[in-house]
């Protein structure tokens, strides 16, 4: 069984940064397309950030463009996202979710982590 636990949110200052863990058991990161949604208040779950398998390509929403970035540890099995420059805008549940290959980029996701929040303030 694949679990995803995310661990890192909390509260943060516009301009300042953070960064989520995701840590992943029960399959290779390395056979997964995996990634971040986030979901703010009154808001749909929308998309942020995935990396394939490979870790050989990405996609990245452009409102965080050039802010974040997604990448992942093959050896701990853990993905990441680093959040520089955060805006009040970001403040959200933020759930890393996986998907199992070859559709790329992935349009199901089988696998959800519990969510983290985060919260910035201006």
């Known amino acids: 069984q694949v679990e995803l636990v995310e661990s890192g949110g909390g509260l943060a200052q516009a301009g300042e940064s953070l960064r989520l863990s995701c840590a992943i058991s029960?399959?290779?990161?390395?056979?997964?397309?995996t990634g971040w949604f986030r979901q703010a208040p009154g808001l749909e779950r929308e998309f942020v950030a995935v990396?394939?398998?490979?870790?050989?390509?990405?996609r990245i929403t452009d409102s965080v463009k050039c802010r974040f970035t997604i990448s992942k540890n093959n050896v701990t099995n853990t993905i990441y996202l680093q959040m520089n420059d955060l805006k009040p805008e970001d403040t959200a549940v933020y759930y890393c979710?996986?998907?199992?290959?070859?559709?790329?980029?992935?349009?199901?996701?089988?696998?959800w982590g519990q969510g983290t929040q985060v919260t910035v303030s201006s």
């Open positions: 029960g399959r290779s990161v390395m056979t997964l397309a």
């Open positions: 979710a996986a998907a199992v290959p070859p559709m790329w980029p992935p349009s199901v996701y089988a696998y």
């Open positions: 990396s394939n398998w490979r870790g050989s390509s990405g």
